[in-house]
């Protein structure tokens, strides 16, 4: 009969235990719940917060170019100095950062720095930058080239960063840019442009 009341006991008091651990882990996944749900709120709220962002960056971003769209018209409109524009046939050729457009390996301190100081590392065609001969074009303008066909798309405001040894006279080199471009160069050769400036 002892042994019965002793068994019972401790029958009783595992089903205690059992029911105790079983309310506690029931009471830890309910919270676990909550947490997780909560992640999940801030996740979402956070997404939003990127998506709203990269909407106001691209925004600035065409405002910026905007800017500069217009800065680069008033420059070519209103020279400094107080010299007026003027317009005349140039010859072009194209550029890279290879070692044959610029005779510098990219482990050389100044590789892709031009001669304005405008590091051209990352840069591409899209953001029109010229060598020239600073005794024609002075560094730091923005002139206007018109192209020619085929190449009439890259008919722009081009800003005079660079420039080079055999870049002299009515010449200009169109940078077009610093990744894996040089069959593009190639292509581009030498061809005749229209730089008001």
Do not use: W
Not at 48 to 56: M, V
Not at 68 to 95: D, H, L
Not at 114 to 129: E, M, W
């Amino acid at each position: 009969m002892i042994i019965f009341i002793i068994f019972s006991l401790i029958t009783m008091l595992s089903a205690i235990k059992l029911k105790h651990e079983k309310e506690e882990i029931t009471k830890q996944k309910a919270e676990l719940e909550i947490i997780i749900q909560d992640l999940q709120n801030d996740k979402a709220d956070l997404k939003n917060t990127i998506l709203k962002l990269q909407e106001e960056v691209q925004s600035l971003e065409k405002d910026k170019q905007e800017l500069a769209k217009k800065e680069k018209e008033r420059m070519v409109v209103s020279p400094t100095r107080g010299q007026s524009s003027r317009t005349n046939i140039f010859t072009a050729t194209a550029y890279d950062l290879s070692f044959a457009s610029c005779g510098k390996e990219p482990s050389h301190p100044q590789y892709g720095i031009s001669a304005s100081g405008v590091d051209l590392k990352g840069k591409s065609l899209d953001d029109k930058f010229i060598a020239v001969d600073p005794k024609i074009i002075e560094l730091g303008s923005v002139v206007h080239i018109e192209f020619f066909e085929p190449y009439q798309h890259l008919t722009g405001y081009y800003t005079a960063v660079d420039t080079g040894g055999a870049i002299k006279g009515n010449r200009v080199d169109i940078f077009f840019g610093s990744g894996d471009v040089s069959q593009e160069v190639k292509n581009f050769g030498r061809r005749q442009v229209k730089i008001t400036y």
